[in-house]
């Protein structure tokens, strides 16, 4: 059963097509890579598939429901309910504490639960760290906080924007094994990257050329 | 945790984790209601501190006796009872008279008046040496002092002469138990003959006197010792006529008659004729650049001493009110004692008024333009701190924030920043009030309770006015720029 399904989609800014008649489709409880060079339209595709941008043409199903048309505060809503955002910079409000950067997730989302919190930490393996402000955080803790935080809320999809961009090989491993058990619970995953050794702990890859899916491969050592 | 906890620890901890920028607006609205929270005091506390200095400029409001009536020590004191307590700031009471210096052959208008009363009502008037403290002495004003050479410490012999001319009363009207009388009429030749009288308890005649000196010696002039004519006339009721039991000095009927006429015609003279000589010691000059340095100063006790009456002629009061209140007082007065009349000092109350009017306006502008650049200065600042958040918005509305939490996070930051800058505000704006009062009034001023929760309210109200447009900003932010691009 698909979780998302591009159609047609096309983004254009004024010449350019930044996205032209992709058609996409992701199951649910898949594991994705999104891979391609600079300017072919991964960050264009990412900011639709994570509601904070509506394509100029075609339709995008997540989860059944076409969120191509929708207002920017249902989109919001949408993007609040069903999906977890990994980012390559981290961001974390920076005055804020780990545990309470994850509980600003679940401010919004429903009821922060400081409990809940600090065992989302303990699964990324910053229960100890808890109480610390970011700039007291390693890059690497920085992101697996940020990976707490996009899990907090039990999301239909988690979307990974160069989640490891930023990070050395060791955090690197850390985070694709996070990813790796977010799969083995069943958690649909996405991450766009350019790097093929992201791309290959994925079980498939879309790689984008020009605005337009260029192959996808399918990773056949996968889980091996 | 509730999600108001979360939100107040987000709050607290994006101002008490980020100092540095937060104590920049912290600090403009804590100035801001610095200045607003002195000014509102100075604004409210102006009309008693221009009312003090007022005050120094004299008497704002009069009483006077009503035509025909007279106004004494006791009256005066019943009618001030009108005054609520506290706004009587002093009642000057004065009775002037002409004393005559003696030995220089002058005579001088004399003040009876309180001279505790006097430092209340006219501080601005400048001794040299020391108001009397102590009967028999004297305030001699500049003027006199220099034309007549006085010194503090000189004596003065002054006295009292009083007033002798006839009364308005008609000789029927004049005739009353215990009256003195005197009159005149034409005598032999065209000269005047002059005859007094004292009448007894009954009005009838007790003595008689006569002044016949313009008459001839061997005829008329004899009247004048004579007991036989003299005597017939006591024990009778004016007016009298020759021949019914009285008769005339033989050899001077003409004499006669115009004794008799003198006597008909007679009205009444005043009781106290006796002058009055006292010495006074000086005891200070006084200065004032006005009329008053032409008057000499003695206490009431002196005056009344003198005079032999309790009686004034004006009292000065100094009033703290405004023309209105002025007005109702002197209404109330004129009411309640039917012989006192109760007259505004125009210039001194409309002036105070007046000034007080543009006092108030300029604090008043003053106010408004500091509470406008309070707000563009704190706008400013909150305008820096969006910019510099930017991310943290973008990512708060990545995270799933809809506008209204934006709104409501900057909102309750500013609420706080102005509920902080306000205690702040209070407290130091009483200080600033306070040194402006005693730099500029001279005294210092009352504090107002309600200034604390007032300055509070309204910082809070001035950092979420200034907030509005930082707040169009957050929401205007797109959450994509979380993404990889920036």
Excluded at chain 2, 179 to 197: D, I, K
Excluded at chain 2, 464 to 475: G, R
Aim: proline residues 3%.
């Amino acid at each position: 059963m698909s979780l998302l399904e591009l159609k047609n989609v096309s983004k254009i800014y004024g010449e350019l097509k930044a996205l032209d008649n992709v058609n996409i489709h992701v199951d649910q409880g898949e594991w994705v890579a999104i891979m391609g060079p600079s300017g072919s339209g991964k960050s264009t595709m990412m900011n639709i598939i994570g509601c904070m941008d509506k394509p100029t043409k075609g339709e995008v199903l997540l989860d059944g429901v076409d969120i191509s048309k929708e207002s920017s505060k249902r989109l919001t809503d949408i993007r609040r309910d069903k999906i977890g955002l990994i980012f390559q910079q981290f961001h974390m409000v920076n005055y804020l504490t780990a545990v309470e950067n994850v509980m600003v997730s679940q401010y919004y989302h429903s009821m922060p639960d400081e409990q809940e919190a600090l065992e989302a930490l303990g699964r990324v393996g910053l229960r100890e760290r808890a109480r610390h402000l970011p700039s007291q955080l390693s890059g690497g803790e920085q992101q697996r906080v940020c990976v707490a935080r996009a899990l907090i809320n039990h999301p239909e999809l988690i979307l990974a924007d160069e989640p490891t961009g930023n990070l050395d090989e060791a955090n690197e491993n850390i985070v694709l094994d996070l990813f790796a058990q977010l799969h083995k619970e069943g958690t649909t995953l996405i991450v766009v990257t350019h790097d093929p050794e992201v791309a290959e702990a994925a079980q498939r890859t879309i790689v984008l050329e020009h605005g337009k899916v260029a192959r996808e491969v399918i990773n056949e050592n996968f889980g091996k | 945790m509730t999600k108001r906890r979360m939100f107040l620890r987000m709050i607290t901890a994006s101002l008490l984790r980020r100092r540095s920028r937060m104590l920049i607006a912290l600090l403009s609205i804590g100035i801001g209601a610095t200045i607003l929270a002195g000014l509102v005091t100075i604004y409210v506390d102006v009309p008693r501190q221009v009312g003090a200095q007022f005050r120094s400029y004299g008497a704002n409001m009069l009483l006077l006796p009503r035509d025909g009536e007279t106004l004494s020590s006791e009256k005066l004191s019943e009618t001030l009872q009108a005054f609520p307590e506290d706004t009587l700031v002093g009642a000057a009471p004065y009775r002037y008279v002409r004393l005559d210096m003696t030995t220089r052959q002058q005579s001088f208008t004399a003040a009876g008046t309180d001279f505790e009363q006097i430092t209340k009502t006219s501080p601005y008037f400048s001794i040299e040496g020391a108001y009397p403290s102590e009967t028999r002495q004297v305030l001699v004003g500049k003027e006199i002092a220099d034309t007549i050479g006085v010194k503090i410490g000189s004596s003065m012999e002054l006295t009292y002469q009083p007033v002798t001319s006839s009364s308005d009363r008609t000789p029927e009207e004049s005739r009353v138990p215990g009256a003195s009388l005197s009159g005149s009429a034409e005598g032999f030749g065209g000269g005047m003959v002059y005859a007094s009288a004292v009448l007894d308890s009954e009005a009838k005649i007790a003595s008689v006197t006569v002044d016949v000196s313009t008459q001839t010696p061997e005829y008329g002039g004899r009247i004048a010792e004579d007991e036989a004519f003299l005597s017939q006339l006591t024990g009778r009721s004016l007016p009298l006529s020759l021949g019914d039991g009285i008769d005339a000095l033989s050899g001077a009927t003409v004499t006669s008659l115009a004794v008799i006429d003198a006597l008909n015609q007679a009205t009444q003279t005043t009781a106290a004729a006796q002058p009055k000589t006292a010495n006074f010691i000086v005891t200070g000059i006084l200065t004032t650049g006005g009329e008053e340095e032409g008057y000499l100063f003695i206490s009431l006790d002196d005056m009344k001493m003198m005079t032999g009456e309790d009686r004034l002629d004006v009292a000065e009061l100094s009033v703290s009110a405004n023309v209105e209140q002025l007005e109702t007082y002197a209404e109330e007065i004129e009411n309640r004692h039917g012989a006192v009349q109760a007259r505004l000092v125009k210039r001194v109350a409309r002036s105070e008024a007046s000034v007080l009017e543009k006092l108030t306006a300029l604090v008043f502008l003053v106010t408004l333009v500091v509470l406008l650049l309070t707000m563009i200065c704190v706008s400013t600042t909150m305008m820096a701190v969006v910019s510099e958040r930017r991310r943290e918005i973008g990512l708060r509305k990545a995270l799933g924030a809809s506008d209204n939490s934006i709104r409501a996070e900057f909102l309750g930051e500013g609420l706080f920043l102005g509920a902080l800058g306000g205690v702040l505000g209070a407290v130091l704006g009483f200080v600033f009030a306070q040194v402006v009062s005693i730099n500029v009034f001279g005294s210092s001023i009352i504090f107002q309770p309600l200034l604390l929760p007032v300055t509070v309210i309204v910082s809070m109200v001035i950092a979420a006015v200034s907030c509005l447009l930082p707040i169009k900003h957050a929401v205007a932010i797109d959450p994509a720029i979380v993404l990889k691009g920036e």
